[in-house]
């Protein structure tokens, strides 16, 4: 049966588009590389842990109009993401208010930026002098472990655009952002959605009005049209096995998202016997943890009460690491830990009762984690969602332009653009 439109991808941003597209009265087919929906989002159940696990997206940040709303549909709660924040740096623990040092200073001097620069550039220009190594280390780490970026790409005035939007709390999806993508996908089938899975796609043939995609096992998918709501770091991967070929090629259109940012994120959760941070080291109110390890960042579940520790490594740490198999990315978890907490490594080891792995950078269906915006990056982004012959378009988190690039209501927002315009071009 020939769709009306054949989606690619069913994450957020493309079980967004399929729900808006059948609302409208069309015929949808999505495809899906793997066994489930939800991309980048993955709450994992697992009996080895007391509570679901988010093996990918975590945090709803801050006052989002689309996913708020979405989870008031579902139904879905909330609950603050909170707690204080430690640094360890010399091997001492030490209590601290901000993410950045100097922030005041750091802050006057991006008010002062008119044209942009990457982050490594702004650094040195701005604040060479040694006074400010704390600064310039914190703002990097912040840059790479936040933003997943590289700092030599990264835009400054996209960094000072996201820090002058308002300061709003994190939150977390009470049972995992899984269940609003369990809600879209529900709805999605509801209105006649066609999915199919274990689905990765090998060739897009293409006319203006008709588009034929060859799935890797030879079977074939036809439609009007087709959107692509892949991650960006597939796209760019066009020489790796699960890269999607086009006929006729659209050679200038990929060259595009080469000019994108996206950052590499590697998970490791870790469940205790106990919380040992907060019975050994008084850190009962511990909401993030920094230092200069190899899995730099950590954070609790506060202020849930769970032994769990998250380990975060994204950016070029994480591509440094991606080629590690499990066990080894969880020794390094390990050794980390250990060095942070003055603690021999066995007695680390001991008190766990559960661990899981996400590599994202190493998953080839992601080849990465999550988009940053670079110098540059937007004007790419708006030729990138042109479509070509109201044919094909794209459309996911990598391809908005605003503060909230790089998360959940980005793949929302993008797709509800391109839906938009997609319905409008229908005859």
Request: negative net charge; proline residues 3%.
């Amino acid at each position: 049966m020939q769709a009306d439109v054949i989606v690619i991808g069913a994450g957020a941003a493309g079980l967004y588009a399929a729900r808006q597209i059948a609302n409208s009265g069309k015929l949808v087919t999505v495809l899906e590389a793997r066994n489930r929906v939800g991309g980048r989002i993955h709450t994992i159940d697992d009996a080895l842990f007391e509570k679901p696990l988010e093996g990918g997206a975590e945090f709803v940040h801050g006052q989002l109009p689309i996913t708020l709303r979405l989870l008031h549909e579902a139904a879905l709660q909330t609950v603050a993401a909170g707690g204080t924040i430690w640094r360890n740096k010399g091997g001492r623990l030490k209590k601290e208010e901000d993410f950045i040092a100097d922030e005041e200073a750091l802050m006057k001097a991006l008010n002062s930026v008119q044209k942009d620069m990457s982050i490594a550039e702004f650094l040195a220009t701005y604040f060479s002098h040694p006074k400010y190594e704390d600064l310039r280390q914190s703002l990097t780490a912040y840059v790479e472990g936040y933003y997943a970026g590289d700092a030599t790409k990264a835009s400054t005035l996209a960094l000072k655009e996201e820090w002058e939007a308002s300061e709003e709390e994190d939150q977390r999806i009470i049972g995992g952002y899984g269940q609003l993508m369990q809600y879209l996908y529900k709805q999605c089938m509801e209105k006649g959605c066609r999915f199919y899975f274990d689905t990765p796609v090998n060739t897009i043939h293409w006319q203006k009005g008709n588009v034929v995609v060859t799935a890797a096992d030879g079977t074939t998918y036809g439609g009007a049209k087709v959107l692509l709501t892949v991650p960006v770091g597939v796209l760019q991967s066009s020489r790796l096995p699960s890269s999607i070929l086009f006929n006729p090629a659209i050679d200038d259109k990929l060259a595009l998202f080469q000019k994108l940012g996206f950052g590499g994120v590697i998970k490791i959760a870790l469940q205790f016997s106990e919380p040992f941070w907060q019975k050994d080291f008084g850190l009962n109110n511990m909401g993030f943890l920094f230092s200069e390890e190899a899995i730099p960042t950590w954070w609790t579940q506060h202020p849930q009460q769970r032994a769990l520790l998250t380990g975060w490594c994204a950016g070029p740490a994480a591509e440094k690491l991606k080629h590690l198999h499990d066990e080894a990315l969880f020794e390094e978890a390990l050794t980390s830990l250990a060095r942070i907490f003055k603690l021999e490594k066995d007695a680390v080891k001991q008190k766990i009762t559960a661990w899981k792995v996400a590599n994202w950078p190493a998953d080839p269906f992601t080849h990465g984690g999550y988009s940053y915006t670079t110098i540059d990056g937007n004007n790419a982004i708006e030729s990138i969602l042109q479509p070509l012959d109201n044919t094909i378009y794209f459309a996911g988190e990598g391809l908005y332009t605003g503060a909230e690039i790089g998360t959940v209501e980005a793949a929302f927002s993008s797709a509800n653009g391109v839906t938009s315009k997609m319905l409008s071009q229908f005859q």
